[in-house]
């Protein structure tokens, strides 16, 4: 069975900390790889997209390690804001439109 | 405004009756998908669509149907047959040829009883 493992948290970190998750998967098929950003009682949002090695999108880092397969998610200078469930995503592989989800790591940021 | 729509946002039926989700969207977006989830689960897939008239069985696919008829609609019905029907269901869409980023609707919150 494919499957994406995250640690669940609660992660409470306080304004102005810099926080990582990390998130393996056992496809190693996968080419594609997503977080998504989940409010309570909320839809997920797309947070960023990871093709290559990793991405940056301002406060936000994501790297991927093939050899080891694992994302991590990194947040610099936390804002009350970024308090959510964060989901790590990856796609099922070549010839698939089908992505397999993480359960989530949920961050609160403490003022 | 270009999205996802999903109504209604609450839904409450009695056992043993079918209910209709519905799901529109308006992004040009061929592939369709139905989740369900539930309190500290990841989404699981229920059923997919990358084409009008054609759809695939996801990983839990008992108990519900779905149908194509327009590229801007997938409607979900959960039957009688679904044993724990009670969830936050989600629509998502993505374009066909690509990188497969799906967009997710606001979901409906199904409760049964």
């Known amino acids: 069975r494919k499957e994406v493992e995250q640690d669940p948290g609660p992660f409470n970190v306080p304004e102005g900390a810099t926080v990582a998750f990390n998130c393996t998967y056992s496809n190693s098929a996968s080419q594609s790889f997503f977080w998504y950003r989940q409010d309570c009682r909320k839809e997920p949002k797309l947070l960023m997209s990871v093709y290559s090695s990793g991405n940056e999108d301002g406060r936000f880092t994501a790297q991927l390690n093939r050899a080891s397969q694992y994302i991590s998610l990194l947040i610099r200078d936390s804002k009350l804001s970024d308090s959510a469930t964060y989901l790590c995503?990856?796609?099922?592989?070549?010839?698939?439109?089908?992505?397999?989800f993480g359960k989530g790591t949920k961050l609160s940021v403490i003022p | 405004d270009g999205g996802i729509t999903q109504s209604p946002k609450y839904l409450f039926r009695k056992e043993g009756q079918n209910v209709t989700l519905s799901c529109e969207q308006n992004l040009n977006h061929d592939a369709m998908y139905w989740y369900r989830q539930d309190p500290g689960q990841g989404l699981r897939l229920i059923y997919y669509?990358?084409?009008?008239?054609?759809?695939q069985k996801g990983d839990i696919a008992e108990g519900y149907s779905v149908s194509r008829e327009k590229k801007e609609s997938f409607p979900l019905t959960v039957t009688s047959a679904q044993k724990n029907p009670t969830a936050f269901y989600l629509c998502?869409?993505?374009?066909?040829?690509?990188?497969?980023?799906?967009?997710f609707g606001p979901g409906t919150r199904l409760t049964v009883t």
């Open positions: 669509s990358q084409i009008v008239n054609d759809f």
């Open positions: 998502a869409s993505s374009i066909r040829q690509s990188n497969y980023e799906q967009y």
């Open positions: 995503v990856a796609h099922s592989g070549a010839g698939s439109y089908q992505l397999t």
